[in-house]
């Protein structure tokens, strides 16, 4: 089953882009924090979720790829992206000195997160499944 | 529903009558049950040939557009398509695991991972066959379908 298709790719990457930006907003406002890019940051973000988008929904025609090459493989992908964007926009205007390292965590902290919840997820759907197997046999 | 056993030594042949006001749920399940117990498949093999119960298939492959129903210790090709399977035994424990297999999942001993986190699929003869992440969702509905059922 092709879970990201060309009919829900957009409402998936406006899905995605609301979550991060509300995400955002709570985080800057619990932390008091004033973020001096705030439009470059919301385009930012945009373009991190139609480009998370589009590299998830790949996902589905690299079946015959270990899942472990897959998942570095779209995290190395993606950095790659987010980098170039970052050098793309130090020429149109002035970068942080911190921008590469703090985009570098900022991207692969939720990405760990991500993956570590997907494996956990897979372990438990395996558990349950074996579970209602063994259920499905007593019952005959 | 009320089910009656009769022990009758000089009957021919072992008789199941089903007697029913109309057809709900719980009576279609009990006819899809036994049609697919009665049901028989014509399974070939070189230059042989044999009548295959649904319930004896373990899995079924489709290679180069040839359909194999894998048994216990043995592998027979049959002229049916996995689509046709799926309609006609998809109630029976029969589930798509990728584009080209079917699996009948009470002959399954256990699902395992393997490093790769591929989902592999233990069968009671011991044998292998790995679950599709395509297909991996709607295994596990399958499974909680066929549970709530049961």
Known sequence: ?140 | MKIFKYHEPDLEENRIDLYYKEIDDETENIIKYLDFYNKTLTGKNEDETTRIRPCDIYYCEVVERKCFFYLRDSVWQVDISLQTLLNQFGSAGFVRISKSMVVNIFKIDRLKTDINMRIKIILDNGETVILNRTYKSQFYQYLEKMRRVK
């Open chain 1, 1 to 140: 089953m092709q879970l990201i298709n060309k009919k829900n790719f957009l409402p998936i990457v406006c899905i995605v882009y609301t979550i991060l930006s509300f995400s955002k907003i709570i985080f800057e406002i619990k932390l008091g924090y004033k973020d001096p890019n705030y439009v470059e940051n919301f385009i930012m973000l945009f373009l991190m979720s139609l480009i998370a988008t589009f590299v998830l929904s790949l996902h589905y025609y690299l079946q015959k790829i270990p899942l472990p090459i897959v998942i570095l493989g779209q995290y190395i992908f993606l950095v790659g992206i987010i980098m170039l964007s970052i050098w793309i926009g130090g020429h149109l205007q002035n970068n942080a000195s911190t921008a590469y390292r703090d985009m570098f965590w900022s991207f692969t902290i939720p990405y760990i997160i991500g993956a570590i919840i997907y494996y956990a997820v897979i372990l438990f759907q395996i558990k349950k499944a074996n579970k209602t197997l063994s259920e499905l046999k007593k019952e005959g």
